[in-house]
């Protein structure tokens, strides 16, 4: 992918210097896959809430339960961690309280006016969560209701596996090759990279060497780094990319 220098400059941190660097990469696909929370969706708050009081329940690390439960189907965490407990009982109580709590569920920066900007039948939403959360999560957000949607309702194999990505370039007719994934998570990143798509990480969520272990192709602080630059004659959507490396 051609990728040219735009250029650097410094940021302190107390005491200590960070040099950065920023880039700007052009890149084409004939269709975009979103993940949807910690991608186009701010839930931290809300998730954290919810799994806190799950993992309080059962004696559990609450850090390291949000941790563990972000960017994959709550059933599998759940089938992890109490693997003889009731997991459908335990996964609705889950849902009820997510849809529930929606206090603090806002658009990140450049979500809305992404999407806004791409013809509908170019993107789709691919999240772990239920359909119902999902557009929950979605309207309190505030974001345009996507034409295609894939939940952990339409699946049975989750991230990390390949099958909601693959689903996605399926929903969109175009081959996962033709496609760039959008997540934040190394669950989803590993998913959209088995499916043979590019994916683009944003760094809301993990630390940079976490998304780069699990494979993404670019890594940007938020969807405000990625614009549409044009369509070209060949259809494919072409985008510039602001992407920043410490």
């Not at 992918?1 to 700007?24: D, I, N, T, W």
């Not at 940079?208 to 699990?214: P, Q, S, Y």
């Not at 602080?221 to 990625?226: E, G, I, R, V, Y």
Request: hydrophobic residues 40%; glycine residues 8%; proline residues 7%.
């Amino acid at each position: 992918m051609p990728c040219a220098l735009q250029g650097a400059g410094e940021q302190f941190q107390g005491s200590r210097k960070c040099v950065y660097h920023v880039r700007m990469a052009k890149i084409q696909c004939q269709g975009v896959l979103f993940d949807l929370d910690g991608v186009l969706v701010d839930s931290t708050p809300a998730v954290a809430r919810v799994w806190s009081w799950w993992a309080k329940k059962y004696g559990l690390d609450p850090e390291e339960i949000v941790r563990k439960a972000h960017g994959r189907p709550s059933i599998a965490t759940i089938r992890e961690l109490l693997p003889n407990a009731d997991a459908e009982a335990e996964n609705r109580e889950v849902e009820r309280r997510e849809i529930e709590d929606v206090e603090g569920v806002v658009p990140l920066p450049g979500a809305t006016e992404l999407l806004q900007e791409l013809p509908p039948h170019r993107w789709a939403i691919v999240t772990s969560c239920t359909k119902r959360l999902a557009y929950v999560r979605i309207r309190a957000a505030g974001l345009p209701e996507p034409k295609f949607i894939v939940t952990s309702d339409d699946i049975s194999r989750g991230k990390p596996d390949p099958e909601p990505y693959l689903k996605g370039a399926r929903a969109l007719s175009f081959s996962p090759v033709d496609c760039i994934v959008m997540e934040d998570a190394p669950a989803g990143i590993s998913s959209g990279k088995g499916s043979g798509a590019r994916v683009v990480a944003l760094q809301t969520t993990e630390r940079d060497e976490f998304l780069r272990a699990a494979g993404a192709d670019f890594i940007v602080k938020d969807c405000s780094a990625m614009k549409l630059d044009r369509f070209n004659s060949n259809g494919a959507l072409q985008f510039i990319l602001n992407t920043e490396q410490r």
